[in-house]
């Protein structure tokens, strides 16, 4: 049976690497930037992200009435409110459906949350080098190359392909039982095409589990539906409020609850800062995010939904007291950026980006060099 399987798993490698080296290889140098995404966009635009600390933040209310006064036909639709006192404020706008304004996708601005000043707008993922658009540019190359929704598809299964190729890899990395060992090992001596190989079936074994769980994780953030189906086969996963509450007839853009109120009747309920807000006019709630003790990684991960036509509290989760399925989710994204383990998961995601770059170069010399063999004995 192992010699029958091992020639396949062989060329199911080889082949699998051939096709999914120039995909993994965009995906792992675009996601060892976006680990320093903060440091990195806060350094080329601190005019846009950095304010002088005076006094009392202005209310949420405020700064969603700045954002709508300075693009008018926009609905402030999310604003992500400043964790420390010298950074800004983002408000993410959309257009009003009654409007007439066309407002693109993921435009959002950037406010000085002590006077409600308006610093700067951006679009996110902006085909653009310039320095307010470059790390938001390299994050959404991170996500789909720019190329939207079908990108999106196909590297969540360029991702769950890697997955199952983690397990012929594996396999293949153990050709002599007795001698597990030397796979581990990188001979430092060796002439250039044995170094190759060590370098990329030691690498390989040494950043096994992190490599395989970037795999997994990329094909939950990619094909999200589809592997919550798969995870509910085993223990039943919460939907958010958000995606069950029911839509309205028409949306509400001026609702009677506003965003002020909301965060204080969240920051009331948590007893800690709010991270996050967004409202859904076609929903007519609101869903803060609140920081909360049970957090995985930096970001609020308490859901508070909020009706917004009376304040009443609809609904409180946090995916880490959940069900297994629940926290088994929760655990994908800080994972995959590395951020549930603070500065030391940031590093080892970064570095998984560069030798994940690594093996693809190195799998296509192997292939290239065995290649050349075959046609020189023919």
Known sequence: ????????LV????????????????MAVTGSVIVFYNEADVALNPHLRLVEPRGEMVDASVLAEAAEAHTPGAFANLINLPNEADQSAWVFIRTRK????EIAGGTYLLVDPYSAEVLGERVFGAASLSRAHLMDM???????????RWMVIFLGVVAFLWFLDHVAALILSFPVAAKWAQSFTIRRKARSYKLVFDLHRAGGLWFFPVTLMLAFSGVYLNLYTPVIAAVELFS????????????????????????GTAVRTAEARAGNPVDL????????????RAFDDRDIDPYGRRMIAIDASNGAILDDFHAASGTAGDQFLAWQYPLHSGKAFGWPGRIVIFLSGILVTVFSVTGTLIWWRKRKARKGRA
């Open 277 to 288: 807000i967004r409202y859904f006019p076609w929903k007519g709630i609101y869903v803060a």
């Open 1 to 8: 049976m192992t010699l029958k399987l091992r020639p396949t």
């Open 236 to 259: 039943h996963v919460t939907h958010r409020y958000s995606f069950e509450a029911p839509y309205l007839e028409a949306p509400i853009y001026e609702p009677d609850v506003a965003y």
């Open 11 to 26: 060329v199911w490698h080889r082949w699998f690497g051939l096709f999914a080296a120039l995909w993994l290889t965009l």
């Open 98 to 101: 009654d409007s007439g304004v």
């Open 138 to 148: 390299i994050y959404q190359l991170h996500i789909d190359l720019l190329l939207g």
